[in-house]
């Protein structure tokens, strides 16, 4: 296992429902992000925290929601999803958002993904 | 922003063969290409990478190259096993934006036994 668990698995809901993905890591890593990942489309990165701080937010739209309370846990809130939002959402973390110097570069370590069906 | 492309989207190999798959990538800022390997239920997991002031790096079976000129660079599996079956992705990236990985759109491989 990688050290990065998501809840659920899988998730089915309709579209008025709200529900909540949850991602937690066990690595001492700083920065947590969201991927989407649908049928032959690359990985989408969605948001990026570092220390608890949101860092990106690649324009995704206002019924995903994101949260980290700290910097072990990370949920995306949903909130009247449309059919096309199913897809694998993946958390991810790093040791944190090194940037500049050569070989500053964080592996990512990946969860297994929330499979979500919107009906 | 940067585009990556990958090349092919599926591929089959008799076990024991080599399996190559290629990848383009646009930004000539990009500093950092790692490989992902996607295997059934799991995320996905690094498998290898590469920084841009080398041209190679071998790893027992699995190699990279990379051709910055070109905007190249590519995966390498010699004595391909059926535990090499799985979804593998490339992705590039820089220093200067560390956050932002940009994945190609995989290659799913199959070894036949």
């Known amino acids: 296992e990688t050290g990065v668990t998501q809840t659920p698995r899988h998730l089915v809901m309709g579209m008025t429902n709200k529900k909540s993905l949850k991602c937690e890591q066990h690595?001492?890593?700083?920065?947590m992000y969201w991927y989407k990942q649908s049928a032959k489309k690359p990985l989408e990165l969605m948001f990026v925290y570092n220390f608890k701080e949101q860092t990106e937010n690649n324009s995704v739209p206002s019924r995903f929601s994101p949260e980290c309370p700290n910097s072990s846990h990370l949920f995306l809130h949903l909130h009247t999803l449309q059919p096309e939002d199913s897809a694998l959402y993946l958390c991810a973390s790093s040791q944190d958002l090194s940037s500049g110097a050569m070989g500053s570069y964080n592996e990512q370590f990946f969860g297994p993904g929330t499979r979500l069906t919107v009906l | 922003g940067e585009n990556v492309e990958q090349h092919p989207s599926t591929l089959s190999v008799q076990e024991g063969d080599s399996a190559v798959i290629k990848c383009t990538y646009s930004d000539s800022a990009s500093n950092y290409f790692p490989w992902y390997k996607q295997e059934l239920g799991k995320g996905p997991q690094l498998i290898i990478d590469?920084?841009?002031?080398?041209g190679e790096k071998k790893d027992q079976r699995i190699a990279v190259t990379l051709n910055k000129t070109a905007k190249h660079f590519s995966l390498h599996i010699t004595e391909t096993q059926p535990e090499d079956s799985a979804v593998y992705f490339c992705a590039a990236s820089s220093y200067s934006s560390a956050s932002k990985i940009i994945f190609g759109s995989g290659t799913r491989l199959s070894i036949r036994p």
């Open positions: 590469i920084r841009s002031n080398v």
């Open positions: 690595l001492g890593h700083n920065a």
